[in-house]
């Protein structure tokens, strides 16, 4: 796992601890820009795969799978 990359089940923990995150999604077939690529403290991959989605996708993809993640955690409890 590269040094930036965050498992999504790592994100849904947290949330459930209340803390809070700001995803960026790249736009287009550049996604971010190099800069704010760089800045970022976590790197999401949500399919887990490297998989690239398209915009609309990832932007819905990220919120379903993270809820899932933590309606799991939650039942296991």
């Known amino acids: ?3 930036k990359q965050v ?5 849904a923990e947290e ?3 209340n803390r809070s995150f700001l995803f960026l999604v ?3 077939h550049k996604g971010l820009p190099k800069e704010l690529f760089e800045r ?3 790197h999401l991959d949500i399919t887990c795969k ?3 989605l398209e915009t ?3 932007i819905g993809a990220i919120p379903a799978h ?3 993640l933590m309606e799991n955690i939650e039942t296991k409890k």
């Open 1 to 3: 796992m590269p040094k």
């Open 7 to 11: 498992p999504p089940i790592k994100i």
């Open 15 to 17: 949330a459930l601890r």
């Open 26 to 28: 790249g736009l287009g």
């Open 40 to 42: 970022g403290k976590y």
């Open 50 to 52: 490297g998989l690239s």
């Open 56 to 58: 609309c996708t990832a």
């Open 66 to 68: 993270l809820s899932g």
